[in-house]
């Protein structure tokens, strides 16, 4: 019967996930939001159909782990190093100014001070799940406000070990273990410098051996027991799972292995992190915030307001772009996992109450569930008018310039041209619509003028009936259309020179009477292609000729499918043959080619 309740428990796991999580992105709600309703849909508030939520939510926080560990393995001990100071000086700000906001805030309503600074250090603390696992599905980690996000939860994980053992100080009671304080210090360095050497010397040899077996799933099976170990050793002593696995990664993250070990781990992260936030929609305890509705959502609204507020004003002094700040303080407005740990070690310490420990563990857990909300309404409401805040920048006073060229946008495209045409002394008109990228131009001594390329006006007053050429190097593509199909009804014999993001959009152009296009990666793919064949053994000659043969036939394909672009089965016949006349063609250039080898020789 266990079983078989397993095998059910599961099944609902994977059902609810499968229901709600697509929906959700669909909905432009995103992944996380989708697994929380799933949790409180299966959830004993919900349908009840699952109801060990305890046990479910211990085993989840895997996924958690294995995530510090993957992220752990992309940064080389180089990089971490560069990142002391947002680690160090950025999350230490926050955990300080965002802990005394909520002390004073707690305190200032009358709640006893140790309570108050308990609660205040468990809150300071934002969810590793929800933050990174929004980054990764926006995409959005390489940003300042995602790099800084990330610098600040290392530091919170960090900082939750000390949180943990000052708790019981405060309630005058030693802590779980006999043990005294130095010693304790002593087995955490022990465990620290274990971890290193283990890293350094051990782990690479043995993943060396087991590479050797060519057996794929005793890798994947030593990759988890190796997480797994390091979860324990690190539990033992009192330590984060989540900082000792991320420790171990950044020590494997030179190793050869890297990528077997990511790609192995991958899966059983996305799974396992799903699960947590399932878990977490159902651990939300309905029983209470129903018989204090008042008093959890005001506390709720007071954490987020307060937070978001703290987090904003930090977020300037962050480097983090203005654009980026109410995302930054939204991300991290929410309560972490590690606020359940500091309240239970509080209630075994007897600071918290048993009904203190429960408000503030719902408290947590709404607030989780509320960040992808207030991150959507953010990207409803907030992000369109921040853009167009941008587009509403008045356009420059533009006068009208005798240049022979203007170019429509000057991000890294345009701007190759345009150095090239400035090099060669040729004067040049630029329109882009980015006031960022329009500032820094200027630093740097281009004449750049803001407007939007699109209005036939603004080129008018720029002087394109003087101009002999005009070049779109447009980001969006229909933006880019809309450019031609105006300028081809005010001025139908101007010369016009594209770039096209994609294939399709090459034949949009095409079918608007331009010819002069060049696609954006084409020619550096066919570049590195070239250097490929030589690298492979090709003479520079040989590789050479290749790529002109592969340049001209893809050209001629382009030319023969253009007519047909929008009929699929008649591009796949088209392309099917290309590829074919393709091979034929460089078997002959083969022959010829060693055919010209034995006259040379014979010569």
Not at 492 to 517: C, K, S
């Amino acid at each position: 019967m266990e079983h078989h309740s397993f095998l059910l428990n599961i099944l609902f796991y994977l059902v609810a996930a499968i229901v709600t999580v697509p929906l959700a992105k669909r909905l432009g709600m995103g992944a996380v939001l989708g697994y929380l309703v799933a949790g409180v849909v299966i959830g004993p508030w919900g349908l009840g159909l699952i109801n060990n939520v305890e046990v479910i939510l211990s085993f989840s926080e895997f996924g958690v782990v294995l995530l510090m560990f993957l992220i752990g393995l992309e940064l080389e001990p180089k990089r971490l190093w560069l990142l002391r100071r947002p680690i160090f000086g950025w999350g230490g700000a926050q955990v300080a100014v965002v802990s005394a906001g909520l002390c004073a805030g707690a305190m200032a309503f009358g709640v006893d001070w140790r309570t108050a600074l308990v609660a205040a250090l468990g809150l300071s603390l934002s969810s590793t799940a929800i933050v990174l696992a929004t980054l990764g599905e926006r995409k959005l980690m390489s940003t300042p406000a995602g790099s800084a996000g990330f610098s600040i939860l290392l530091f919170q994980d960090i900082a939750a070990i000390p949180m943990i053992a000052l708790v019981p100080l405060l309630g005058g009671l030693a802590t779980h273990s006999d043990a005294p304080g130095w010693l304790r210090v002593l087995k955490l360095v022990a465990v620290l410098a274990a971890l290193v050497v283990a890293g350094r010397f051990l782990v690479n040899p043995i993943l060396r051996f087991i590479a050797k077996t060519e057996l794929r799933e005793i890798f994947t099976a030593f990759a988890l027991m190796l997480v797994i170990a390091i979860c324990v050793l690190m539990e033992s002593v009192g330590l984060s799972m989540a900082l000792g696995t991320f420790v171990a990664g950044v020590l494997l993250a030179d190793s050869e292995y890297r990528h077997e070990l990511i790609s192995d781990l991958e899966p059983f992260k996305g799974l396992l992190l799903g699960l947590f936030f399932i878990a977490v929609g159902m651990s939300v305890d309905f029983g209470v915030l129903r018989a204090q509705p008042l008093l959890i959502l005001a506390l709720v609204a007071g954490l987020l307001a307060i937070k978001i507020a703290l987090l904003y004003g930090l977020s300037k002094l962050f480097d983090i772009p203005r654009g980026q700040q109410l995302f930054f303080a939204l991300l991290l407005s929410q309560g972490g996992e590690f606020a359940f740990v500091v309240f239970a070690t509080a209630l075994a310490a007897h600071v918290f109450t048993p009904e203190t420990s429960a408000v503030l563990v719902v408290v947590v857990t709404v607030s989780m569930v509320a960040t992808p909300l207030l991150l959507l309404l953010h990207d409803k409401l907030v992000a369109p008018r921040l853009r167009s805040d941008k587009k509403r920048r008045p356009d420059d006073t533009i006068e009208a310039q005798d240049n022979p060229i203007m170019i429509a946008g000057f991000g890294r495209f345009g701007q190759i041209i345009g150095r090239l045409l400035a090099a060669n002394k040729i004067g040049v008109t630029v329109l882009d619509h980015d006031p960022d990228q329009i500032d820094l131009l200027r630093k740097f001594g281009f004449k750049v003028f803001y407007g939007d390329a699109t209005r036939v006006d603004l080129l008018v007053a720029a002087g394109i009936e003087k101009a002999k050429a005009l070049v779109i190097a447009i980001d969006d593509v229909d933006d880019s259309l809309a450019l031609v199909d105006a300028v081809r009804l005010r001025l139908p014999h101007l010369t016009i020179l594209a770039r096209a993001r994609n294939v399709t959009h090459y034949y949009e152009l095409m079918n608007r009477g331009v010819t002069l296009i060049e696609r954006e990666t084409f020619a550096a793919a066919l570049l590195l292609g070239e250097q490929t064949l030589r690298q492979a053994g090709y003479s520079a000659e040989r590789a050479e000729r290749a790529a002109a043969i592969f340049r001209t036939h893809n050209l001629k394909t382009l030319l023969d499918v253009a007519p047909h672009f929008q009929d699929q089965q008649k591009v796949m016949s088209l392309t099917r043959k290309a590829r074919e006349e393709l091979e034929d063609m460089f078997e002959s250039d083969a022959a010829a080619f060693a055919a010209e080898g034995e006259n040379g020789r014979s010569d």
